[in-house]
């Protein structure tokens, strides 16, 4: 959430005496000021994503501040910034040319202090309103895997029920041996004992149920966790990830959509540091595609042979970049749709089934890191889908780099220790 007394504004304009103007009226308002005069370089600043305000001129030298608001139109993929155009320009076919463009607001030159800031004020509560919408959109999908969860909670304490059960029973009746054995019960029935095939399947079956038992509450205990950690309410910091954990809990959230339909493979690259990242919008972005992957292999699933489908995900590091791949054996991407695919509210899935922001969100995360995704597909193959994160970041502070904090791991307050093992239906 934005807040003004941290808020970044980029200015550019290529007046010296308007740009000292404006740092000192925003920086006494609490404002975080950087400050250019050119219009290029204004673009590669917000190119950064660091900043979700701007005050940018009309007219500057390369790069007009009209031009640099449709190109942020054009890049959809890129986090939403809150354009105040500045303008001598008053006659309302221009102010309507700024809106066009792209412009979110616009201020008049000469312009009066207080006009400023109260329209960057509207700004400001403009993106926490968008910042809370998408938190709402991040539960929401995790409202839609409710019933779900509720169901991989289920069948694990089911059996766990029914070995207690007999675990009771068992431990009865080896104490009732027992004592009959020790004289405790000299004149008992011989209905009442223990033969000895009937005390061998006792003492062999008992591990089992108590192993089973153990097992049943593993699973639900990761489940727990990874449902948890992933409802957690979303941080914009940027901390040091370990993002096999985060793909792990995206495998258990996710895991009543694919398990019917397909086996997870994954391949960890042991070498792959932590990545400089917000947890909860990296685990989203690897459950949105995890989630379509298995309904791409459900819809191939439902024309040919039954077939499980294979979901693979792998991370390795490329150069200076953390690279995480997910493929599935699905129908593929036909052709006529992947202009859209990365639009929000596009999709080709029936009504209760796809809102159409799975792949807009994850662009727009990959965006927001100053990463990038790709695909390839093929119709009646399937697609792979690569995001790439930088394995540094001007947003994180030293000590973040150091520290190796709860945010570390996203499972952290669940174990402290990565676990190895097989997710249950998934292999390594």
């Known amino acids: 959430m934005i807040g003004q007394e941290h808020a970044r504004v980029l200015i550019a304009d290529d007046s010296h ?25 204004a673009w590669r600043l917000l190119e950064t994503g660091r900043f979700q305000l701007a005050l940018l001129d009309w007219l500057m030298p390369g790069l007009s501040g009209l031009e640099i608001c449709r190109r942020l139109g054009a890049y959809g993929d890129r986090p939403f910034v809150y354009v105040v155009m500045l303008t001598s320009r008053s006659r309302p076919q221009n102010i309507a040319d700024a809106f066009a463009a792209g412009a979110s607001d616009h ?35 995790i409202g839609e895997l409710a019933a779900e969860v509720c169901h991989e909670i289920k069948t694990p304490l089911h059996y766990i029920g029914d070995n207690v059960q007999f675990l009771q029973d068992a431990f009865g009746q080896l104490c009732d041996e027992v004592r009959r054995r020790g004289g405790a019960y000299p004149t008992a029935s011989p209905t009442t004992a223990l033969d000895e095939n009937e005390l061998e399947f006792l003492l062999s079956e008992v591990p089992k149920s108590l192993q089973q038992t153990l097992d049943g509450i593993e699973r639900l205990t990761e489940t727990v966790c990874a449902i948890k950690n992933f409802a957690h309410p979303a941080s914009s910091v ?32 042991a070498d792959l540091p932590l ?121 994180i502070s030293p000590s973040e780099t150091q520290e190796r904090s709860a945010t570390s791991s996203p499972s952290a307050s669940c174990e402290n220790r990565r676990k190895e093992f097989t997710l249950p239906g998934a292999s390594r």
């Open 17 to 41: 005496v308007i740009r000292a103007l404006l740092r000192e009226i925003l920086e006494s308002a609490g404002y975080l000021v950087t400050a250019c005069a050119e219009g290029e370089q």
């Open 107 to 141: 201020v008049v030159k000469p312009f009066e202090a207080t006009e400023l800031l109260a329209r960057l004020e509207v700004g400001r509560r403009f993106i926490r309103f968008q910042t809370e919408l998408q938190e709402s959109q991040r539960l929401a999908s």
């Open 238 to 269: 940027i901390s040091l990830v370990d993002v096999h954990a985060a793909i792990d809990t995206a495998i258990s959230v996710a895991r009543n959509e694919w398990k019917h339909v397909a086996e997870i493979v994954h391949e960890y690259d």
């Open 275 to 395: 990545v400089p990242c917000i947890p909860s919008e990296f685990s989203q972005a690897v459950l949105n595609l995890i989630v379509n992957a298995a309904h791409a292999i459900a819809d191939t699933k439902e024309e040919a042979s039954g077939e499980k489908g294979v979901i693979s995900i792998h991370t390795r590091r490329v150069g200076n970049w953390a690279e995480v791949e997910v493929s599935d054996t699905g129908c593929g991407i036909p052709e006529e749709i992947r202009p859209k695919i990365f639009q929000r509210y596009f999709t080709t899935k029936e009504i209760g089934r796809g809102t159409g922001q799975g792949l807009a969100i994850v662009r727009n995360v990959v965006a927001k890191h100053r990463g990038d995704v790709h695909y390839e597909t093929e119709v009646g193959k399937g697609t792979i889908f690569r995001l790439r994160f930088p394995l540094t970041s001007e947003n």
